[in-house]
């Protein structure tokens, strides 16, 4: 009955796929560090806040390889609840992140958003240009490279687009034979 | 109901938000002056208010201040700048502090409200160019265009 294992086959691609949704974000950047100082507060007094746990994330703007460290300097922008950084202009000023392994700077890439839990540590003096900058350094306990792709491909649900299978996969254009390439026989 | 209310919301804020602008203060700005009507007589438009904006070429951070690059386009009436218009020139901005040089990246579009403090020698390539120069009272950031913005669907649906 190639029918049957056509439906079976689909139903086991959507279970598949509905699992791809899950989290895979680790439950240290899920959720916030109780009572942690945002990025805005400890660039204004640094001193008051070494110590703390913060979580903090944002875009990367260099990734660079130490012996048994990598660094990563951030563009920190405001987080959503689950921890992934917003798509705005808004931000608090850059950190510097200390991951204690080996992140390939091809991966962890400038424009790739990340979002890191750890301690500060201290600050670190540099400059931007010939603006000199005091960037907060974090030592990471946890961290998370964000996808590339977004779900919403315009940032938001388009109120307009309808799906015509979304609420009956199983009658979609192939109904009752499946997808015709993948399981033929 | 409720739904219906909400999609109302959403289309009020969507719409909304296509209309946000600047919201600057526009009061004593010079709208004939051009960066090229700066360039062809520098005498009479220093002093003078302007109201530019255009596509970021460059942000250079300096010590205390920031300065910036920018080619003028045409500002519409949200006086968002128009870049798919002739350019209207180069101009040079200048900001006190620091403006993040990743924000205010190349190709991303501004409108400033300054005061012209005068023009500046400088080359593009190796062609002479003199930039007139704005001291910016107040900048505007676009929002980065992420695949066309507001987009209407119409989808056709059946289903057996």
């Not at chain 2, 051009?34 to 951070?61: D, F, H, Y």
């Not at chain 2, 620091?98 to 924000?103: G, N, Q, R, T, Y």
């Not at chain 2, 929002?143 to 989808?155: C, T």
Request: hydrophobic letters at 35%; a negative charge; one cysteine or more.
């Amino acid at each position: 009955m190639p029918c049957h294992v056509a439906q079976y086959g689909f139903v086991l691609l959507l279970t598949l796929l509905v699992s791809a949704c899950a989290s895979q974000v680790p439950p240290l950047i899920r959720e916030a560090p109780a009572d942690s100082p945002s990025l805005a507060q400890v660039r204004a007094h640094a001193a008051d806040y070494l110590g703390r746990q913060v979580r903090w994330g944002g875009t990367i703007i260099e990734t660079g390889n130490r012996e048994n460290a990598t660094r990563l300097t951030v563009l920190g922008r405001p987080l959503y609840k689950a921890g992934e950084p917003e798509a705005t202009d808004d931000s608090a000023g850059r950190f510097i992140a200390i991951v204690p392994e080996f992140l390939d700077p091809e991966v962890y890439a400038p424009e790739r958003q990340v979002t890191v839990t750890g301690t500060l540590l201290r600050t670190e003096a540099g400059k931007v240009g010939e603006y000199p900058y005091t960037y907060p350094v974090v030592q990471v306990e946890a961290w998370y490279l964000w996808p590339v792709v977004s779900e919403q491909p315009y940032g938001y649900p388009d109120p307009w687009w309808y799906d015509p299978w979304y609420y009956r996969p199983w009658y979609g254009p192939w109904y009752p034979y499946g997808y015709p390439y993948r399981y033929r026989q | 109901m409720l739904l219906r209310f909400n999609l109302l919301a959403i289309l009020f804020l969507l719409l909304g938000a296509c209309a946000s602008g600047p919201g600057f203060d526009t009061g004593g700005v010079d709208r004939s002056l051009t960066p090229q009507g700066v360039t062809t007589g520098p005498q009479a438009a220093r002093g003078k208010q302007v109201l530019w904006g255009g596509a970021i070429i460059r942000t250079t951070n300096l010590k205390d201040s920031t300065q910036m690059e920018v080619v003028a386009y045409p500002l519409d009436a949200h006086e968002r700048p128009q870049h798919d218009s002739a350019p209207l020139g180069r101009f040079i901005l200048e900001q006190d502090g620091f403006l993040e040089p990743e924000s205010y990246a190349e190709g991303r579009l501004i409108t400033v409200v300054g005061t012209v403090s005068g023009t500046r020698a400088g080359q593009v390539g190796e062609s002479d160019y003199d930039y007139p120069v704005v001291s910016a009272r107040r900048i505007h950031l676009w929002p980065e265009d992420k695949g066309g913005g507001v987009s209407f669907g119409i989808g056709i649906g059946t289903s057996f």
